[in-house]
């Protein structure tokens, strides 16, 4: 068939571009207000604007300039996030209870809008109360014959008071025996069948009494419970008893933020325990300490270690004792005539020397000596005799006599001459050749008879700067023996142990540094001092009297008891008492508990810790001695004698001429001897040793230096000082001693010779036994393990057992605590209140039924029977009430009111038998209570608090009950502050 062509035509065909797709998180909100339509909150929402072009987003477009309409507090625009924020300030009035804001997006130059509406949600007024509304569906059975309820009596198998949550649980009480739909302790929604009165609140179970007499409060890890099978309290893990003031006791023990000396009085503790503090100068007695240990008889026994010092013009330092300008070098003097060194390297002065090396020099160095006694006289050196001695040619056998003796007018000269040849007048010293007399030409014997002897030398004063006595090596400012050093320098004497040294290591010592720095002082091997007695006195930090031992604000009683004011007590004859008096308990150990205990453990306990004895003491350093080194001073070293002789006069007499031994004491001038060459200058310049003797009132042995009531004895290794009818080992004494590495330290004995304290080896204080393991006195005793015991009466043992009240109260190291048959627990008021509080809310009616105040003031009047207007009651929005209104009774008291600060009043009218329980929620401020106030409750009547009453500066329920008598009846409930009353504004506040 032929094809006929009918129209022709043409398209255009265009690319068409998506589209922007303008959106936002929040396009509208529901602002809520009270009746009047005021916003009570501030409100603040933020709504992200989005585009998108076709399915990819669009993110360059800016939001453009919001017209903000009037209640608006700001609308904040954010390009960054692309957020718009509207904000609304709490009361805000003038917000429009609808509108909307337009919001501009700009595009590549085009404006799009997007609207933002916004609208008021008003509470309404509260409406009369329901009648049998909401019900749960068991309870609505009390209409069909299953509940009786006649004049005097309701009985019914089920009963609950309080509301379905939206989940199925409930929030209430429940009475009786029926399931319930409620939550475990995870949350998980179950069947639970109550028996008994029990307690929900969001579906938990918070309290219960069943019939089997099981109880509880609390619920998860946070309960009380008593359980009737086994007759036991258990407590929940995270429960702790805690009082004001920082004391609790939990699973874990008892704490307390501090502990005075007087209210602990007989325990022993660790000082590990005590972690803080200090011991006030308050609670130590510093007259008997004077009169005790630190006494003229103490002080002279302690080691003293000084560095240097002064005493009597003598300076001394840690190597020398001197007098003017101090010259500690070898081979030298001092500068200046009067200054003298007694040193390390010798003894010096001006112008002679004598060093530690035996050699010396005096007269300048014109007569001088080495070490092995080689004396040197110089040239300068001459016997000046003034007259020639020819007459003595012819006594002598003349020119020719065989002796070889020749005499001419310039002197004698001869090969030897005897003293027996020198028949008359005396030799002149000039005479004599320097350095020619030695000691083998002379008669050693007879000089030291008649001239150089004990009498004469004891005549002299002599100053040494160092040698020995006996096996004491003195020094300029140290005498010391082996382990023992009285150090001059350092102000200190001190005994140690043979590994040890005088300032390092193991070592008792007595010393002085100042007047608030003295005393006896005891290290351990390691240096660390371990006891301290002076200016400071403490053993491992324990402060120790007769009566007590003390650290921190912890004292314990030498009579075995211990307390902490009313926190605590235990005492000595097994009564005591924690929890500030909560818990008690007499002698025989009977407990008692008050109404305000609460325990807080998940386990029974059967006992706490067996002591708290403190540290081992490291052992007090050990003291010895073996003698006190001083130089030597010899016949040999007395080297410049002066012999005369008229008829000699001129020329030199060498020595090596006399005979040996023929110059005897009868033939030499000893009183110029002594005068002018064996003097105090002379030999205090010497170094000698002597075996014994005496200096001042001192009296010096090989092994001993005593002097009247104190004595250093080196052989026993002792120092000690005694009183005037006791001695060095016997009666009223103080000592620092030696004897072996398990006995050793000081030790300070009364008159009658009882150790009233020692150190050491063995520690122990007005009776109080220290080692390293325990502090003990009587049945007291502290381990160092962390535990404490009082025999069977307590113990707190270091695992976390223990016990109290002689056993009766016990607990065991898990926690699980057992009370013996005789302990009593005084909780009837709490659970007689809650009993109270539970039927009143379950048959009780509200009389005044505004009591968030939505409406008004619920009735309330202003109570101040001096009617001044100095009280005054005020509603007013309060955000932070813990109510639905948002409203409370602001009272204010400005002046002076009756009674005391005024408060309110409802003035219900009492009548026969009748049960008021009045419930106030109120921020009362710390420092007052809320009193009650009434007229007669009528014949019989009785009220009383179910609560606390005191202020907290918070919100709390206050309780009040009271139960009408039988006549006479007048108003009550009445209630103001009491406390302060002044001109001072008082505010609180009630809902």
């Not at 050793?744 to 109080?768: D, Q, Y």
Request: net charge neutral.
């Amino acid at each position: 068939m032929a094809q006929t062509l009918i129209a022709r035509g043409q398209a255009t065909i265009t690319i068409q571009k998506d589209g922007y797709t303008i959106t936002q998180s929040l396009g509208e909100y529901i602002f809520p207000a009270d009746q009047s339509g005021k916003i009570l909150s501030a409100v603040s929402v933020t709504s992200t604007i989005s585009v998108t072009l076709g399915d990819s987003a669009f993110t360059n477009f800016t939001i453009g300039t919001i017209s903000k309409p009037t209640g608006f507090s700001s609308i904040s625009v954010n390009n960054t996030n692309k957020t718009v924020t509207f904000a609304v300030a709490a009361n805000t009035t003038t917000l429009a209870d609808h509108g909307k804001v337009e919001i501009p997006i700009v595009i590549s130059g085009t404006t799009y809008k997007l609207t933002f509406v916004w609208s008021k949600a008003k509470k309404g007024d509260t409406g009369a109360a329901g009648v049998d509304a909401n019900l749960l569906d068991w309870v609505k059975e009390w209409n069909t014959g299953k509940t009786l309820i006649n004049s005097n009596t309701v009985i019914t198998p089920k009963l609950f008071v309080g509301a379905k949550n939206t989940d199925g649980t409930i929030s209430g009480i429940a009475i009786g025996s029926f399931a319930l739909s409620t939550k475990t302790s995870s949350g998980t929604i179950t069947t639970e069948t109550v028996n008994g009165i029990y307690g929900f609140k969001d579906g938990y179970k918070t309290f219960y009494v069943d019939n089997s007499g099981n109880a509880q409060l609390g619920y998860g890890n946070e309960y009380v419970k008593y359980n009737a099978s086994t007759g036991k309290i258990e407590f929940g893990s995270a429960v702790s008893m805690q009082w004001v003031g920082a004391t609790y006791i939990d699973k874990d023990g008892i704490f307390t933020g501090t502990l005075s000396a007087d209210t602990v009085s007989a325990i022993d503790i660790a000082a590990s325990q005590i972690t803080s503090g200090k011991i006030s100068a308050t609670y130590i007695n510093t007259d008997e300490l004077k009169s005790t240990l630190i006494t003229a008889s103490n002080i002279n026994a302690l080691t003293l270690t000084t560095t240097k010092g002064t005493i009597g013009g003598w300076s001394i330092d840690s190597d020398s004792i001197y007098r003017g300008t101090k010259k500690n070098t070898a081979t030298t003097y001092t500068a200046a005539s009067g200054s003298m060194t007694i040193g390390s390297t010798g003894i010096r002065g001006y112008k002679w020397r004598l060093e530690s090396t035996g050699a010396g020099a005096v007269a300048g160095g014109n007569i001088s000596w080495d070490a092995s006694g080689n004396v040197t006289f110089a040239n300068s050196v001459s016997l000046n005799w003034t007259e020639p001695i020819d007459g003595i040619t012819e006594a002598l056998g003349g020119d020719e006599f065989p002796k070889l003796t020749k005499i001419t007018a310039e002197g004698v000269y001869t090969g030897s001459i005897t003293a027996s040849q020198i028949t008359a007048g005396t030799i002149s010293a000039d005479r004599i050749a320097a350095g020619s007399i030695t000691a083998a030409k002379l008669d050693a014997a007879s000089i030291k008879s008649d001239i150089i002897n004990t009498t004469y030398i004891n005549g002299l004063e002599c100053t040494f700067t160092k040698g020995k006595i006996g096996n004491w090596t003195i020094t300029s400012n140290k005498i010391y023996n082996s382990q023992i050093s009285l150090d001059a320098g350092n102000k200190r004497i001190v005994v140690y142990a043979s590994t040890a040294t005088a300032t390092s290591g193991h070592r008792v010592q007595l010393y002085y540094n100042s007047n608030s720095d003295f005393g006896f002082w005891a290290t351990d091997s390691a240096g660390t001092c371990i006891v301290s007695l002076g200016s400071s006195n403490k053993i491992a930090g324990w402060a120790i009297t007769s009566s007590a031992i003390s650290k921190g604000n912890v004292s314990l009683g030498s009579d075995g008891s211990i307390t902490n004011g009313t926190k605590w007590k235990l005492n000595n004859d097994g009564s005591g008492q924690i929890a500030s008096g909560n818990i008690s308990w007499d002698a025989s150990g009977n407990v008692t508990f008050a109404n305000a205990v609460s325990v807080a453990w998940t386990e029974d306990i059967d006992a706490i810790t067996t002591a708290l004895g403190g540290d081992e003491y490291p052992k007090l350093t050990k003291l010895s001695a073996t003698g006190v080194y001083t130089g030597t001073l010899t016949a040999t070293q007395v080297n410049a004698v002066s012999i005369n002789a008229s008829s000699i006069k001129t020329g030199t007499l060498s020595a090596d001429r006399i005979a040996a031994g023929s110059i005897t004491a009868a033939k030499l001038d000893a009183a110029s001897i002594k005068s002018d060459i064996i003097n105090t200058n002379y030999i205090n310049g010497l170094e000698c040793t002597f075996t014994k003797g005496t200096i001042g009132g001192w009296t010096i042995a090989s092994n001993k230096i005593s002097h009247s009531q104190i004595a250093l004895d080196a052989t026993n290794k002792r120092i000690a000082v005694f009183s005037t009818t006791g001695s060095a080992t016997s009666g009223q004494r103080v000592q620092l001693y030696y004897n072996s590495n398990s006995d050793f330290g000081f030790l300070a004995v009364n008159s009658s010779g009882s150790t009233i304290a020692s150190f050491g080896s063995s520690n122990k204080v007005a009776g109080w036994a220290i080692t390293a393991t325990t502090i003990s006195k009587g049945n007291v005793s502290l381990g160092s393990d962390g535990s404490i015991a009082n025999g069977a009466k307590w113990k707190l043992n270091n695992d976390g057992s223990g016990q109290i009240a002689s056993g009766n109260i016990s607990w065991n190291a898990a926690g699980t605590v057992t009370f013996g048959a005789s302990v009593t627990a005084q909780w009837t008021t709490g659970i007689s209140t809650a009993k109270e509080l539970a039927s009143a809310m379950a048959f009780g009616k509200m009389l005044y039924r505004d009591p968030t105040f939505t409406k008004g003031n619920n009735s309330m009047g202003i109570y101040n029977n001096s009617s001044s207007g100095m009280v005054t009651h005020t509603r007013i929005a309060d955000s932070t009430a813990p109510n639905d209104s948002g409203y409370v009774i602001q009272i204010k008291t400005t002046g002076a009111a009756t009674p005391n600060n005024g408060g309110f009043y409802f003035g219900t009218m009492c009548s026969n038998r009748k049960v008021f329980i009045a419930r106030i929620i109120a921020k009362i401020p710390v420092g007052h209570n809320l009193q009650f106030g009434s007229n007669s409750i009528g014949t019989g009547g009785s009220s009383r608090w179910l609560t606390a009453n005191a202020g907290t500066g918070d919100w709390c329920e206050y309780i009040y009950k009271v139960v009408c008598g039988t006549s006479n009846f007048s108003t009550t409930h009445y209630y103001y502050l009491d406390g302060t009353q002044g001109t001072t504004e008082l505010l609180w506040y009630g809902r």
